[in-house]
């Protein structure tokens, strides 16, 4: 069996089994959505605004509660058997509440400088074509923040790591593992083009409502989670353990080198007892020293800064 049936096999395999797990994930994840989701969305209509970066803001606020569906996922993907939904969800939301906050934070305002962008520059390239180009760029822009964002969530939770080295890490891992971002996002793909056969099945509007608004409580978070985890997961821990190993080895190579050098500089210390370095004599007259010819006086006042030195 080849590495891609197996790579199938394992997916599915790990999924079906832990899907009714996957269904109670979805519904703790569903409350905090759905009520943030409601606020933002009443907001909108009061106002009569209708702005897309009100309609987005609920992602600030319902992010921190991605970290338990990414912990359970995470665990899933390893394959651990009876992996506790409810402890690790509420586990994953208390230790890296801050993190996905900030989290939520950078997302929302990637996501809205993505969509004002393509969305701008596409209605500009319509009357000039140079802006195809800023569009095309915009587009590029997007993808990156994307694969970014597969990384983000599941090295947060995994790994205890500074908000800089996380973006850092994930920034190289999404232009050094195309091939596993690529696969997720055939993956994502997949899910949205089921999710909108089934929407575009459905009779009427009150039945697409519905129809959204079960993929979005039942189906769409744990399984994208999955998704996301099961693809970038497998590579990072290789990753970001070789990256561990390569700082320890430039700490130790660094600690050597210091070593070194004060062995030098202690092997180098001026030996002055040979000398007679008596102040009462000439002071202008020259001592050979270290290979050199130098006055009495410089040498005492050598030997007195050294001394001041070690004290």
Not at 38 to 52: E, K, P, Q, S, V
Not at 107 to 134: D, E, H, K, P, V
Not at 151 to 167: H, Q
Request: charged share 20%.
């Amino acid at each position: 069996m080849d590495k891609a049936k197996l790579g199938i096999t394992r997916f599915f395999s790990g999924y079906l089994r832990n899907f009714h797990k996957m269904l109670l994930a979805n519904l703790l994840f569903a409350v905090p959505l759905l009520a943030f989701w409601a606020i933002f969305h009443f907001i909108n209509t009061l106002t009569g605004l209708h702005l897309a970066f009100i309609s987005f803001a609920p992602i600030i606020f319902v992010f921190p509660f991605f970290a338990g569906i990414t912990l359970f996922t995470r665990d899933v993907v390893l394959e651990r058997e009876n992996v506790p939904v409810v402890k690790l969800f509420f586990k994953g939301l208390k230790e890296n509440f801050l993190y996905f906050l900030i989290h939520g934070v950078l997302l929302y305002l990637a996501i809205f400088f993505c969509y004002s962008s393509i969305t701008l520059y596409w209605r500009m390239a319509q009357t000039n074509g140079i802006f195809y180009f800023a569009f095309g760029v915009a587009v590029l822009i997007s993808i990156a923040v994307l694969f970014i964002f597969y990384n983000v969530p599941v090295m947060t939770v995994t790994f205890d790591l500074s908000l800089k080295n996380i973006y850092k890490n994930c920034a190289l891992m999404a232009f050094g593992e195309l091939k596993n971002n690529f696969f997720a996002t055939i993956g994502l793909f997949l899910l949205f083009i089921v999710g909108a056969t089934v929407f575009l099945a459905a009779p009427t509007a009150p039945m697409k409502l519905i129809v959204i608004a079960a993929f979005s409580v039942i189906l769409i978070p744990s399984t994208a989670s999955y998704i996301m985890n099961f693809y970038v997961y497998k590579d990072m821990e290789t990753v970001i353990s070789n990256g561990e190993v390569k700082s320890d080895e430039l700490k130790r190579k660094m600690e050597d080198k210091r070593n070194e050098i004060k062995k030098q500089e202690e092997e180098e210390k001026l030996d002055f007892s040979a000398l007679d370095l008596d102040e009462r004599k000439d002071g202008e007259e020259y001592l050979y020293f270290n290979g050199k010819m130098i006055k009495r006086k410089v040498l005492i006042e050598m030997k007195k800064n050294g001394e001041n030195a070690d004290e």
